[in-house]
């Protein structure tokens, strides 16, 4: 079955430092990827997706390349800063079976200190 | 703001009582979905209705039920509550039947058994 596999937190860093968050996937068929986000207090919202192979989501300074060749969704921003800490979670959706909800990873907290 | 409301914003009850949790969602959207989310199992997807008929269901325990509504609000129904459904519950709401619609989540319900 389809499934998200996301790394391990917590994740501390310092202000301006790189993020990656890796997310890995198994799926059947062309599923649709997504990262959500959590801020502390809040429910989560979408931060970004990607439809097909190649697409690169992008929002807020992040991005993520759907990656077919390695089942890959890494999250990338090149220099965090402190309002950046939540939880983000990696999610998938594939529209081509019977299953149509949204598979979860189990989502990753980063803590950025100034 | 999601546009979607969840009532009560707060709850404590005892073992053994029944609460009933109230989502709302964004105008236009039909589908309602219904997560749990504690520190030791994470983001669980419960339930999932789309224009009133159930879809899907995940992880969801037998002490626990939920309908949507012709006006497309939901409600979910925790009965014969346990210390262990201490948690989080989100509702979020798409305008699509299909996980690959971005979902709106609220501020959520903490519930807090005694």
């Known amino acids: 079955g389809n499934s998200v596999t996301q790394m391990e937190g917590p994740v501390t860093l310092s202000e301006e430092a790189f993020l990656t968050i890796n997310c890995t996937y198994t799926a059947t068929g062309y599923p649709s990827l997504f990262w959500y986000v959590q801020y502390p207090g809040e429910g989560l919202q979408l931060l970004l997706k990607?439809?097909?192979a190649d697409d690169k989501g992008s929002n807020k300074g992040f991005e993520a390349t759907y990656r077919k060749e390695t089942t890959s969704f890494h999250l990338e921003k090149g220099s965090v800063q402190v309002s950046d800490s939540a939880v983000y979670f990696c999610a998938l959706s594939d529209r081509a079976g019977n299953n149509r909800k949204l598979i979860w990873g189990l989502g990753t907290s980063l803590a950025v200190n100034p | 703001d999601s546009g979607v409301t969840q009532t009560p914003k707060h709850l404590i009850t005892a073992t053994g009582q029944r609460v009933t949790l109230r989502c709302s969602p964004r105008?236009?959207?039909?589908?309602v979905y219904w997560y749990q989310q504690s520190l030791d199992q994470g983001l669980q997807f419960l339930i999932h209705y789309y224009n009133g008929e159930e879809r899907a269901k995940g992880n969801i325990l037998e002490r626990f039920s939920a309908q949507q509504f012709p006006d497309l609000h939901s409600e979910l129904n925790l009965s014969s509550l346990e210390l262990g459904d201490s948690a989080l519950y989100f509702c979020?709401?798409?305008?699509?039947?299909?996980?690959?619609?971005?979902?709106?989540f609220g501020p959520g319900t903490r519930l807090t058994v005694l």
């Open positions: 105008s236009g959207d039909l589908s």
């Open positions: 979020a709401s798409s305008v699509g039947n299909g996980g690959w619609y971005e979902q709106f």
């Open positions: 990607a439809t097909k």
